[in-house]
């Protein structure tokens, strides 16, 4: 009796573990957490907009532009993508989502404000007017009758047809896909002056010294400002915080001088 009573304990006592490590077993392992995927930013421009961005001997992108905005993307802890897109389609593209930001040489302007959330101005530029070495003109007046090339979509556009007493004037004014097309249709006479953004301008007509001339004479005093969707205000905020940040610690200017031999950062 007492043997049969130990076996029916033992069996109980077997029973009972294995229901506990049946219990322990089925209780849910908690999984490693996942590494959060970086965050990307993508950022559209004109990748022939030298010296803000365009690409080099080898087909890469660089720039002053270039450079500001993956510095950026370093203290935001995101990925920079840039996506070149055609400029004039700019606005679209944004609107779009195709794109987050716009940033290369991005003009502030009115009526870009109603469709771009701006950041403060980070650099100042001129719309400046080039002719060639031996050309005649040599001030605005001398632009009547004339063929005046800009980029289509750039803010060349709206200053010279501001100015309305040279917009009536001109003969024609012909818009290019960009400014390396409109400087050789320049050179071969096929245009008569070129309007087009300074820091632009001069460092191209750099490159071949003797060949053509700046007028004194310009279409006005602009700001370059990094540009959002209207609503994207989070971005905004970021992006104004750092931008500010680097101009404070001498990050800007450390790259503004990069390209053009000084700190041209606006404060």
């Given at each position: ?12 006592m ?55 905005a ?9 990925e ?65 009758g ?74 006005g ?27 404070a ?19």
């Amino acid at each position: 009796m007492k043997k049969q009573f130990f076996i029916v304990i033992a069996g109980l006592m077997a029973v009972a573990l294995l229901g506990a490590c049946s219990k322990k077993d089925e209780t849910p392992v908690a999984a490693a957490p996942a590494t959060a995927a970086a965050r990307t930013i993508v950022i559209g421009l004109d990748d022939n907009f030298a010296p803000m961005g365009f690409r080099d001997e080898k087909g890469e992108l660089v720039g002053f532009d270039i450079d500001l905005a993956k510095e950026t993307g370093k203290r935001l802890g995101a990925e920079v993508t840039f996506k070149p897109i055609d400029w004039n389609a700019k606005e679209a593209e944004l609107k779009g989502k195709r794109i987050d930001v716009l940033w290369n040489g991005l003009t502030i302007t009115e009526e870009r404000k109603a469709n771009i959330l701006f950041t403060a101005p980070y650099l100042e530029n001129h719309q400046i007017v080039i002719v060639t070495e031996k050309s005649p003109i040599k001030a605005k007046a001398d632009l009547a009758g004339k063929v005046l090339g800009v980029q289509d979509g750039s803010s060349a556009v709206d200053a010279v047809q501001k100015d309305v007493d040279a917009a009536k004037s001109i003969k024609e004014l012909k818009k290019f896909g960009d400014n390396v097309t409109a400087l050789m249709d320049l050179s071969a006479g096929r245009l008569d002056a070129l309007v087009v953004d300074e820091i632009v301008g001069r460092y191209y007509i750099a490159k071949k010294p003797g060949e053509y001339r700046v007028l004194d004479e310009n279409f006005g005093t602009e700001d370059y400002g990094v540009g959002t969707r209207t609503d994207d205000l989070e971005l905004m905020a970021e992006l104004e915080k750092v931008l500010n940040d680097m101009k404070a610690d001498g990050a800007a200017g450390a790259i503004s001088t990069k390209w053009f031999g000084s700190d041209i950062i606006k404060k």
